[in-house]
């Protein structure tokens, strides 16, 4: 589709309704929040056939401009996906409401009371690519923080993330709140997102998902303030003491399950003591199911059909049955490599060895670290959060899944009676 020009105008009116409504929804009650976001479920249960056949229009035009396997798969649509993204909606609802909770607090010794309460942000932008489920995540996630939303989704999912975005509001409006809440911009093609990225005071946040270009892009030119979601070149550890079944069945999920997804394992580092016995079994499993293995020379001594491992291998988020493969000599090689090569998502070790286990939890700085566990747990709908906003990959605010607490900033609220400071 090709892109619009830009009407700064309407896009600016766009972008100043988002603030007025974040106004109405920072004084909004958690009842209020709850009737929208139940509103939402049963209209997206209710609108399934007018959703998917936007959806069946993007998937056309996407095959037709070449988009890849694994952008396909996060593009599309089903009955069961979106019945999956309606129970996700229900269970923001039967969640805490952050808005309002006391962080901290204390009371002088002359009586002034101070707390430290949780406050939305206003409004929040979101950057996005072939991604409908995220138009509806970062909705309900936004809304039940006290949050309007302004989302760009991409050409490539322009024709769902409308019908979502209608069925959203039109909840909204049936809920008492204002449908501006939640709005797309995706009409204005790039230069919408530009925009965006340029909206300071209108915009008090910005979240970009998506490939690796897309987030560094966002990262060096927004104005706007930004939470870094990454890219997932994910491991996967062996040590010399991992279960056979363990080793097996952990990383062919980790991979198999759905490979399009940014907790999906990229690579498998295998200790050399362990690799004439763990390669052929973790291999056999996966080649069963499709998947293609790069390994380096050493692993490649023991499964020699393997595609010979090229450097870049070791950064590329494939998205797709492709996994590299590589034999270390210690667990210090292993997370060296880590450092090198990781984009600070998911990591885990397969271990019985419990030194190595703490040690792999203190050393390996990632977002999320796991012990003898699938890194497709990686993800804020199975950390109980509903959905997710994404998974921040920075060390500022908010680090790993983000769900409502991570949409929220805080103030303080000093109570007196009268005091004055000598």
Known sequence: MPETTLDLATLFDKLTAAKSASIALATATTTQKDGALSAIAAGIRQSARSILEANELDLANGRENGLSAGLIDRLTLSDARLEALADAVDQIVGLTDPVGQAVRGS????????????????VVGAIY???????????????????AVVLRGGSAAINTNRVLVEVIQSALSGAGLPPESVQTIDEFGREGATELMKARGLVDVLIPRGSADLISTVVLESKVPVIETGAGVVHIFLDES???????????????????????????LVHAAAADRLLPLMAARLVESGVTIHADERARAVLPFAVPAVEEDWSTEHMSLDITVKVVDTIDEAMA??????????????TNDLQNADRFLAEVD????MVNASTRFSDGGEFGFGAEVGISTQKLHARGPMGLPELTSTKWIVRGSGQTRS
């Open 107 to 122: 009371a002088l010794p002359n009586g002034v009371k101070i707390t430290q309460v949780r406050v939305p942000f206003g």
């Open 242 to 268: 991992a279960r056979d079944d363990w080793a097996v069945e952990i990383v062919h999920n980790a991979k198999v399950q759905r490979p399009s997804v940014c907790n999906s394992v990229e690579t498998v």
């Open 337 to 350: 490599h880590i450092r090198r090569y990781s984009t600070q998502h998911t990591e885990s070790i397969i």
């Open 129 to 147: 690519e072939a991604r409908p489920n995220v138009t509806v995540d970062i909705a309900a996630l936004a809304l039940k923080s006290g949050n």
């Open 366 to 369: 990632s977002a999320v670290v």
